[in-house]
């Protein structure tokens, strides 16, 4: 979906109030709209973060039980838990009044909330991958486990790459 669809999607949704204060804010109530979408939506995959990290201590205990742990399962907590926190203080779209870069526009907002609805499936990705891989510890299947403690850790390492991206679609590289 692009930007000018984003917005015309939060426009529409928006009540008769909002829409007053946009015409005398010159837009800043879509911007605020839009933030706070992006806002609930960066939540989201921060409980899910969580809750993986929750999963994952469980199958990191098994693991120990069950002497098949190597330091790949550590360091998958250590990876959630600094993915989840980037996830959680990731900037949201404010520029200071002297903001010397400029201020950031609808658009720009609108930009990033598609890039963060397009990680989705990444974050699916890495749900799915613990939740398979903790049916089978539970199941005592521990085969292959070190290898799929890696993937996992390379999954989350993928993703925080594209989080890491992000920043850049607030300002794009002008001249």
Do not use: P
């Not at 605020?32 to 201590?57: N, P, V």
């Not at 526009?105 to 930009?111: C, G, V």
């Amino acid at each position: 979906m692009s930007e000018k669809e984003t917005i015309e999607k939060v426009k529409d949704r928006q009540g008769l109030l909002a829409k007053i204060r946009n015409v005398f804010s010159l837009g800043y109530a879509t911007k605020e709209d839009l933030r706070e979408l992006d806002k609930k939506l960066r939540d989201i995959y921060y409980a899910d973060f969580k809750s993986l990290r929750h999963k994952w201590e469980e199958i990191y205990l098994s693991a120990l039980n069950a002497g098949k742990a190597t330091d790949d399962f550590k360091k998958v907590i250590q990876t959630i838990d600094r993915v989840a926190e980037k996830v959680n203080r990731a900037d949201y779209g404010y520029a200071g009044l002297m903001d010397r870069k400029g201020h950031i526009r609808e658009t720009e907002i609108a930009r990033v909330l598609n890039y963060d609805k397009a990680l989705n499936d990444d974050v699916k990705g890495i749900v799915k991958a613990v939740e398979d891989f903790y049916i089978e510890t539970q199941n005592g299947n521990w085969t292959d486990a070190a290898s799929k403690a890696r993937n996992i850790k390379s999954l989350i390492l993928g993703f925080e790459s594209k989080w890491d991206e992000r920043e850049k679609q607030f300002r794009l590289m002008e001249v």
